[in-house]
C-alpha cells in the first residue's frame, strides 16, 4: 500500500530563489532527490523532513502533509 506525502517544497524555494541544486547541496542530498519529492514520487525519511523544515524556518507541518494542500486563493480562504 503506498501512500502519499504532499508538500511545499516547490512554492517554498521558489519563494526563496532557490534552485533545486542549491537546495539540495544546502541539505546534502542529490539535486534530482529534490525533484523526486517536489513530485511526490519520494517520500522523505522523518530525518531528511525534520531537516527540510529547520532550513525553511518553518514547522514540519507547513512543508508536508498527508492531506493535499488548499490551492492559493481558494474558497477556503476568501474572507
Known amino acids: 500500500m503506498s501512500e502519499s506525502i504532499f508538500n511545499r517544497i516547490a512554492m517554498l524555494r521558489a ?6 541544486r542549491e537546495l539540495a547541496d ?3 542530498v542529490h539535486y534530482q532527490t529534490i525533484g523526486y519529492l517536489e513530485r511526490g514520487e519520494y517520500s522523505p525519511s522523518l530525518h531528511l523532513a525534520l ?3 529547520e532550513y525553511f524556518e518553518v514547522p ?3 512543508v508536508f502533509s498527508i492531506r493535499p494542500f488548499p490551492r492559493l486563493g481558494s474558497s477556503e480562504h476568501s474572507a
Open 15 to 20: 519563494e526563496r530563489g532557490l534552485s533545486r
Open 26 to 28: 544546502a541539505l546534502g
Open 60 to 62: 514540519v507541518e507547513v
Open 51 to 53: 531537516r527540510i523544515a
